[in-house]
């Protein structure tokens, strides 16, 4: 049973450039989470799609961050004219919504940008 | 709002001695929060490791302890003898029922020496 997979495990970007983060959820799971991970502020929520759909994009950076799920396969993180602040390690997750899994996040191993 | 305060790493403890990860919780915004610790072992994504969603319970695995205090707001992470394969980055968490926003602490590195 294939567990959520990231794309890339790893990029570098310059700075102003734009990075493209992908994600491809436990098939079944209709709940796909993004997470930013970096020392100083741990894991950050950022944005939360429940059968595709845009529940919360509460924490995610407004002017140059983007999320998409174009089908039930595979979500997007875009972040446009990166800056070096941007780099981290982003983490996408999928649960089952509702059931008695409620709340077990299924994580990848995310994708480590770095922005020079 | 709604946070979480972990004991800070990196712990370094001995292969058969006891440990304790401290953890306690601000729910302002959740009246029952759920709560968990998650793992990530080196070279692995991160995992649920166990948890608890009554006041009062204590959920167990792979030889870790963590019951759910809601007077203390606490939810310590415990085990009576670790082993070098516990070494990872431990994360305590929580979360509503829905449980689409789940909050992190900032993570608990454990070394554990041979």
């Known amino acids: 049973n294939a567990g959520v997979i990231q794309t890339p495990r790893h990029k570098v970007t310059g700075k102003g450039q734009e990075a493209t983060l992908w994600c491809e959820p436990i098939s079944g799971h209709s709940a796909v989470f993004w997470y930013r991970q970096t020392i100083v502020q741990g894991l950050e929520f950022l944005t939360y799609f429940r059968n595709q759909a845009p529940i919360d994009d509460s924490g995610m950076p407004k002017e140059r961050f983007s999320a998409q799920m174009p089908n039930q396969s595979h979500s997007t993180l875009k972040i446009q004219s990166t800056q070096p602040q941007d780099s981290a390690v982003y983490l996408c997750?999928?649960?089952?919504?509702?059931?008695?899994?409620?709340?077990?996040?299924?994580f990848g191993e995310g994708s480590k940008l770095t922005v020079l | 709002g709604d946070s979480v305060t972990q004991t800070e790493g990196p712990v370094t403890v001995s292969e058969s001695e006891s440990l304790i990860i401290n953890c306690t919780y601000s729910?302002?915004?959740?009246?029952?929060?759920?709560l968990f610790w998650y793992v990530r072992y080196p070279g692995e994504g991160l995992q649920l490791l166990l948890k608890?969603?009554?006041?009062?319970q204590k959920g167990s695995s792979r030889g870790f302890e963590a019951t759910y205090n809601k007077e203390t707001t606490s939810f310590h992470l415990q085990k009576a003898s670790v082993q070098e394969s516990d070494s990872a980055v431990y994360y305590c968490?929580?979360?509503?029922?829905?449980?689409?926003?789940?909050?992190f602490g900032k993570g608990t590195h454990l070394h554990v020496l041979p």
């Open positions: 997750a999928s649960s089952l919504a509702g059931g008695p899994d409620t709340g077990q996040l299924y």
């Open positions: 729910a302002t915004s959740i009246a029952y929060p759920n």
């Open positions: 968490a929580l979360g509503d029922t829905n449980a689409y926003k789940v909050i």
């Open positions: 608890v969603i009554t006041a009062g």
